[in-house]
């Protein structure tokens, strides 16, 4: 190749790119991100006030759920000590041969 036709070459190569960013890149993605937002719309003009109507959520009762709250900002006034992660196999060990 001469150098002519590997300059043209490499000015399309770095062009490329760019080309492709002006290109439209999700026409699908957005159709169904429009179709979400009205579907929501609709359902919140439907029943304005489902928020309040709401099943309880499963879950624990409230005491238990306060004593684990307690135990966990009490974790962080006395940690427990982590061990050396870099110690696994190090030591203890007799050298072969001697």
Do not use: H, W
Request: with cysteine; proline share 9%.
């Amino acid at each position: 190749m001469n150098q002519s036709t590997t300059l043209r070459l490499a000015l399309l190569a770095a062009l490329a790119p760019l080309l492709a960013a002006c290109a439209q890149q999700s026409p699908r993605t957005d159709a169904q991100m429009e179709q979400a937002v009205r579907l929501l719309t609709v359902q919140q003009v439907r029943n304005p006030g489902a928020a309040r109507n709401a099943p309880p959520p499963d879950g624990i009762d409230g005491r238990a759920a306060a004593s684990a709250y307690a135990q966990y900002q009490k974790s962080f006034q006395a940690p427990e000590p982590q061990p050396q992660a870099f110690t696994i196999g190090i030591g203890g060990g007799t050298a072969k041969g001697k």
